[in-house]
């Protein structure tokens, strides 16, 4: 698909779509870029990235693909730097998963002879860093790929088929349904888990060595990087009030089932839990 793919700030993200895109034939080049020296070079000694440059302009500078993988305050400003130095038709994109915010400074960034089209991926970890990476990261998982109105439908396309052939199920969709959607099946449950570690943390430590696999497997997105979801939680402020409006409605529902001995309406939250979560989609 692509003569040269550069992945700007890879982390386990940005390191699996290296791989994947070496793997399955989609760039004749894979190039990365990154700040800090160390992890270029890691990259260097990796056989899935043919080059790695100092900087984020020389690093775009041939690319027809350009994917933006740093934390979502950052990803604005990077696209502004490496704007001069963007190739005529080249296709720019990032993993970002808020999306409103960021299209919208992206649209005022001058866009010449390229494009940039949002995306966001529906996969990861509560790991970070370019060693988690994974080939196999994007397979069977949904994605977002979210145009502004006035963006060119050409790009769209390209973008859609980006993640198509890495085996994911796209689907697109405006900025701001999809930050409304990913504000209730993502940002919510990562606050909700990281509130209740916060809650049981004021409790008696030794509480936690009695534990077992349903507060780890209710906690797990707990561990992830914080200085991330400070990011997340600040550009997609307003929905994750939303959603968590929503959920305090629901939990009120609950206590006071429970202070009024309505086991029936206790039962049925229940049930109503199971169901939900017995339909989920589940790839580990």
């Not at 970002?96 to 866009?111: D, F, H, Q, Y």
């Not at 939303?242 to 009120?252: C, S, T």
């Not at 009024?260 to 039962?267: A, H, L, R």
Request: hydrophobic share 40%.
């Amino acid at each position: 698909m692509f003569r040269q793919a550069t992945i700007l700030a890879p982390g386990l993200l940005g390191a699996s779509l290296l791989m994947a895109l070496k793997e399955r034939s989609l760039a004749q080049k894979t190039v990365a870029w990154a700040r800090r020296p160390e992890t270029r070079l890691e990259c260097e000694k990796q056989a899935w990235c043919d080059a790695v440059y100092p900087t984020a302009g020389e690093a775009v500078a041939d690319a027809d693909l350009v994917v933006l993988c740093p934390p979502v305050e950052f990803i604005a400003p990077l696209l502004k730097d490496i704007a001069p130095h963007l190739p005529k038709g080249a296709l720019v994109t990032d993993v970002g998963s808020t999306k409103s915010l960021i299209c919208r400074e992206a649209r005022g960034i001058a866009e010449a002879d390229w494009r940039f089209v949002g995306s966001h991926p529906m996969t990861g970890s509560e790991k970070s860093g370019l060693k988690y990476g994974r080939a196999d990261l994007f397979e069977n998982r949904a994605c977002f790929v979210t145009p502004m109105i006035d963006t060119n439908d050409a790009a769209t396309e390209r973008t859609v088929r980006l993640w198509s052939e890495l085996g994911m199920e796209v689907t697109t969709i405006s900025p701001e349904k999809h930050d409304e959607i990913v504000a209730h099946i993502s940002h919510l449950p990562h606050m909700l888990a990281s509130t209740l570690c916060s809650y049981l943390a004021t409790q008696n430590e030794n509480w936690r060595n009695f534990s077992g696999g349903g507060l780890r497997d209710t906690t797990r997105i707990a561990s992830g990087d914080p200085t991330m979801w400070k990011s997340i939680a600040r550009h997609n402020r307003e929905e994750i009030i939303r959603a968590l409006d929503g959920f305090d409605r629901e939990l009120q529902r609950l206590r006071s089932a429970l202070y009024n001995e309505q086991i029936y309406e206790v039962m049925n939250l229940l049930e109503r839990g199971k169901a939900y979560r017995d339909r989920l989609r589940i790839k580990d």
